[in-house]
């Protein structure tokens, strides 16, 4: 069974910190995506990315893919309290016939002013 | 405005007593899928489907039914809801292309089962 794990499982910065959040597993991915959520809304897409070593900057939010593509970490530079949410990374693997989607746990921030 | 609607956006039922949510998409997106998300448990896929008449199992498929008859819905039906069956729904179409892929949720279902 593929697993994605999320870490930390929650985080409580004031505004103007940054942190890191991260995305493991064993399995390697075809693209890995990054989805904030919002109390009772649905997730969002924020990136997808599909080369390893990749790097993608979203303003204050920079994603990475690990080289072997079985990892990914979100950083967020001088948060503000508009990024407060639930931050779901998820998998998409090669072939298989179940969705091949698969999502981690989330993170949820939470970032006080 | 592309989107995926779910309908109702709150329910409170009773055991056993069946229901429907439905989920249209816009898109014209061949894959859709539901998933109910717990605390704790994160979003678990309980049944996916790839293309009109063509359903099958996701994670966590007892207790539930859907059906394709057309590409842009997809619904979700309990024939006999249970108070385990207490959960946020949500329905996603999905998009593949060379960038990889991307799920569009709807805004969610809170259902409540007593």
């Known amino acids: 069974t593929q697993l994605l794990e999320q870490s930390p499982q929650f985080l409580s910065i004031q505004e103007g910190e940054n942190l890191t959040v991260y995305c493991n597993s064993s399995?390697?991915?075809?693209?890995l995506q990054w989805y904030r959520q919002e109390p009772g809304e649905g997730p969002v897409l924020l990136v997808t990315v599909v080369t390893g070593g990749e790097v993608k900057k979203l303003k204050r939010l920079t994603f990475q893919f690990g080289d072997a593509r079985k990892d990914s970490s979100l950083h967020i530079t001088a948060a503000q309290p508009g990024d407060t949410g639930l931050y779901l990374c998820a998998g998409e693997s090669y072939g298989g016939s179940q969705g091949n989607l698969i999502f981690g746990k989330g993170t949820k921030l939470s970032v006080k002013p | 405005e592309a989107q995926v609607t779910q309908n109702p956006r709150y329910l409170i039922t009773v055991t056993g007593k069946k229901l429907t949510v439905t989920c249209s998409q816009n898109?014209?997106?061949?894959?859709m899928s539901w998933y109910r998300q717990d605390p704790g448990l994160g979003l678990r896929q309980i049944y996916y489907s790839m293309n009109v008449e063509v359903t099958d199992k996701g994670d966590v498929p007892e207790g539930y039914k859907v059906s394709r008859k057309e590409k842009r819905n997809f619904p979700l039906i309990l024939e006999s809801p249970s108070p385990n069956q207490t959960s946020l729904y949500f329905c996603?179409?999905?998009?593949?292309?060379?960038?990889?892929?991307?799920?569009?949720f709807g805004q969610g279902t809170r259902l409540t089962v007593v």
């Open positions: 996603a179409s999905r998009r593949t292309g060379m960038s990889g892929t991307e799920a569009f």
């Open positions: 399995s390697v991915f075809s693209s």
């Open positions: 898109m014209n997106h061949e894959y």
